[in-house]
Each structure stands twice: as structure tokens, then as C-alpha cells.
């Protein structure tokens, strides 16, 4: 599971950018949607008239920013203050190759307002809201590459993330998008990648964990961090909760120079998550979304009623059976319940992946893997597991419980964190709730109360009922 060094190359990872439909020259793109790497491969070559319309189409679409994003500047009188006034992304044509060969055409929102900012000259630094499924990966993933020179062969932009597979989902999108530009190398920064003593890094990206990205400036000198030009601190509210990393990521920050441009991304900003973004990025601008964006509009929601978890586990082969599905994930309350569910399944002869709290990080990443390449149908797991896992293919998720917080009541955010798993990036997705009591209909009730999303009842004895709402 480790990569020591990784050329960046075609790494199918599904990324975080929405693009509207356009027809370029001979290059269709579909709306909102990867292509499938077989037909990707003969649609890369770039004419440059389709480079000078997608400027245009970027800078069109930057200027018409709607309004449910709030961008808080530091400057009113800046340029960048109103959109309007900027000209172009100025990207690579190798970049640009990369984004389309992504299969976008259209910036997500927090893009149209984040990356004007981050490829500004000078740089500007940022502090962003932004969920995942938002487009905040590719987003900086863009910033960091547009601002290397793959000419030094030195580190010139840190990325630290919280786990170690976040730092490997956003390699895998750092490679993606980097895969018309192979000058441009990768180093992972995690535990377990041993370097020999007194080596030099020559890659110019280096993504990692806190500890090891520490080590690696200051003890073990691999990193220059003065050659530092762009640091990105992703998930800060998940840093901020495990002990040392905040303390890891202001140590990492205090050892880079004036000049380097910071850019730190959270999904939610309680008043401890604002003071540490406040401590690691000088002088910001600020974006931040509105709260549950847009998020449940592709996703279609259905309860089913049952009695018992014996039923709840019928219900769900029959939607299983009758739906024919790419890949589902199933969340359960409890590591025994989803023990016992995937055990269950496997007897059915499922093929099943099961995610759970006790395993060790690569264990989990390696369960991660072999789902995301298809390996297994069905991920089982638990809660604590479900953050920040991109799959493309899932196309259904099932709350086999509902997600309810320690007190018992409605968890909102995790019910979107899990069904936003699906339909993202305006694919349509289908999310299945299980009922078993009074108590789950309340909360049911009261969560489609909070998004006022009606979730509709379906009869999961009824095949043709099912196979209807997976079309």
C-alpha cells in the first residue's frame, strides 16, 4: 500500500468538480460525468482553438457566481473584489488538458470564487467552507500545480491532511490531473515511507500527515520548507480534533517563508476551528458556503418499513436483487450490527467489504481500494468511517440505520455527509433509509423536516416498485 514514489500518471479517482455540457471542435463532453478511461484516451489530444474557448467558458462562468456563496474579502477595492475584472485562469495548456481529460467544462462554486483568488498574482490566501463533493480538492489541487516550476527539483507546495488516506485520495487526484504534465513529481509524506539519511527531495509536491511532514522539514531536512510556495492545510476541523496535529501543522506553518501562499479548507468553522485557521493563514480572504447547498437535489430518497433487523437485511437483498447496481455503501449504527450485516450478506454470496473503527489505517485503506476498483459491491461500515471516502460507482446508499447523535437525536450533517456519496457532481443518486420503530420514523420525520426534502415511502416487496426509482 505504499507508494514511495509516484510518477504522476492516469489514476482513476473521481474528482471533485462539476462541469456543465459543451461541444468543442469534435470533443463532447458529457454533463457532469467522467468518461470511462477507454474512450478518455483518444479525446485527449487538445486542439488549442478548444484551450482558448474553455478560458473564455471558465471566464464566463467565473463572472456569473450565484449568490449562495459568501465571499468575504479582505479587500473591497482589490480586482479580484468582483470577478468580472479577471481576465483569465492562465492555465497550462497541460493543466487544461488534465481538468478536460477529467471530463469537466464548468467550475463548481466554491471554484468560481476560490480560484481567481489562489491563481492571483501575488497569491492571495484563503480561508474556505466547503464540504466535500465541492470541488475543494480539485480546486487546489489546480493551485498547487499551476504554481510549481518543474524546472527546480526541490519542494515547492506542502499539502498535510489529517489521515493517511486522505493524503493518498488527494495524490491520486494530484496525479489525475498532473497526467499531461509528468515533469511534475509526487511524494507521499506519511509513516511507513522510509527515505534514506541526509536525502534531498526532488519532487516538487510533497502531500502527507502532519508528523512525518514535520519530521521531514525540521529533524530529517528532506523538505527546505523556505522553498515553500504553496501550503495547504485540507480538513482542519478533523486536524484540529486529533492531538498533536494542531500543534504539528502551526509548527510546519511558523517554518515557511512570508511569501508562501497559505490555503486552509474546512467543512464546518466552530469558533476553536476560526481561531486555528486565524493562527495558520495571515491576512485571508475568507469563503464560506451556505449551509447544505444544492447537495440533495440529484439524490432521490426512500424510507422502507420493517420490524426487525432480519427484515431491514430482506429488504435490503431485495433492493439489491432488483436494482442492478455499480456499488452500494451501507451504513450501520453499531460495529456489531454491520459485522453481523456483512457477514449475513456474504452467506447470500455478496461480495463484501466491511469498514470498521478497530482496524488499522492501511488495513483500511486497503479495504477502501479494493472497493473503489470494484473488487466488492457492497462497503459495510460503520459511522466513524464514513468521511472523505470518494467512490465514483456509488450509486446507492443505504442508512440501514439512521444516523442519530449521542443524545439520540437527528445527526443531519452525517445523513448528508452519507448520501452526498451519491449524486455527486449532478449524477442522480438514490438513497434508501430503513424504519424499524417509532422512534426511527421520528427521526426520519424530522430529517426530512431539516432538509425539507420529501423522502418518499417505497414497498421493498414490490420488484417492479424498486426497479421504477432506479431509472
Not at 481529460?101 to 490566501?125: C, D, V, Y
Not at 502551526?250 to 476553536?272: H, N, Y
Not at 429488504?315 to 453481523?340: E, P
Request: hydrophobic share 40%; net charge neutral.
Amino acid at each position: 500500500m505504499h507508494h514511495h514514489q509516484c510518477h504522476l500518471k492516469n489514476a482513476s479517482i473521481h474528482l471533485d468538480m462539476a462541469f456543465s455540457s459543451l461541444q468543442i471542435s469534435n470533443l463532447q463532453l458529457n454533463e457532469n460525468e467522467g468518461k470511462p478511461k477507454s474512450e478518455e484516451n483518444g479525446e485527449n489530444k487538445i486542439l488549442l482553438s478548444a484551450q482558448s474557448l474553455l478560458n473564455k467558458l471558465i471566464r464566463s462562468n467565473l463572472v456569473n457566481t450565484t449568490n449562495q456563496v459568501e465571499v468575504l474579502q479582505r479587500d473591497p477595492n482589490s480586482p479580484l473584489y468582483s470577478v468580472k475584472s479577471f481576465e483569465e485562469l492562465r492555465l497550462k495548456p497541460q493543466l487544461l488538458q488534465g481538468v478536460y481529460a477529467m471530463g469537466f467544462n464548468r467550475p463548481s462554486k466554491i471554484q468560481e470564487n476560490a480560484l481567481p483568488m489562489m491563481l492571483a498574482e501575488p497569491p492571495q490566501n484563503l480561508i474556505a467552507q466547503s464540504q466535500s463533493g465541492t470541488g475543494k480538492t480539485a480546486a487546489f489541487v489546480l493551485a498547487m500545480l499551476s504554481h510549481v516550476d518543474p524546472s527546480n527539483k526541490w519542494p515547492q507546495c506542502l499539502c498535510v491532511s489529517p489521515t493517511y488516506e486522505l493524503a493518498l485520495q488527494t495524490g491520486k487526484v494530484i496525479e489525475q490531473m498532473g497526467q499531461f504534465y509528468p515533469e511534475v513529481k509526487l511524494m507521499y509524506a506519511i509513516r511507513g515511507n522510509k527515505l534514506e539519511k541526509g536525502l534531498k527531495l526532488q519532487e516538487q509536491i510533497v502531500i502527507g500527515t502532519p508528523g512525518t511532514v514535520l519530521d521531514w522539514c525540521q529533524k530529517l531536512k528532506f523538505i527546505d520548507p523556505k522553498k515553500i510556495k504553496v501550503f495547504v492545510l485540507d480538513e482542519a476541523d478533523v486536524m484540529i480534533a486529533t492531538q498533536g496535529h494542531l500543534d504539528q501543522s502551526l509548527r510546519i506553518q511558523r517554518m515557511l517563508p512570508k511569501s508562501c501562499q497559505m490555503l486552509l479548507f474546512s467543512a464546518t468553522f466552530e469558533e476553536s476551528v476560526w481561531n486555528f485557521a486565524k493562527r495558520i493563514v495571515p491576512d485571508p480572504n475568507v469563503i464560506k458556503l451556505k449551509r447544505e447547498e444544492e447537495t440533495l437535489d440529484t439524490i432521490k430518497q426512500y424510507y422502507v418499513v420493517c420490524n426487525c433487523k432480519e427484515e431491514k437485511f430482506q429488504a435490503l437483498c431485495n433492493i439489491y436483487g432488483a436494482i442492478t447496481i455499480a456499488q452500494a455503501m451501507v451504513f450501520c449504527h453499531t460495529r456489531k450490527t454491520a459485522g453481523w450485516l456483512a457477514g449475513e450478506l456474504s452467506k447470500e454470496g455478496h461480495q463484501v467489504a466491511l469498514l470498521s473503527g478497530e482496524m488499522q489505517v492501511e488495513q483500511r485503506a486497503a479495504v477502501i481500494d479494493r472497493f473503489r476498483n470494484g473488487k466488492e459491491k457492497v462497503l459495510v461500515t460503520t459511522n466513524v468511517c464514513a468521511r472523505g471516502i470518494d467512490v465514483e460507482q456509488v450509486s446507492v446508499v443505504i442508512n440501514f440505520d439512521l444516523p442519530v447523535d449521542k443524545d439520540g437525536n437527528p445527526d443531519n450533517e452525517t445523513y448528508l455527509h452519507r448520501i452526498g456519496r451519491t449524486g455527486r457532481f449532478g449524477k442522480r443518486g438514490l438513497a434508501i433509509n430503513m424504519v424499524d420503530s417509532k422512534f426511527s420514523m421520528n427521526i426520519l420525520n424530522r430529517i426530512q423536516d431539516h432538509f425539507d426534502k420529501k423522502i418518499e415511502r417505497l414497498d421493498t416487496d414490490d420488484l417492479d416498485e424498486i426497479e421504477k426509482i432506479a431509472n
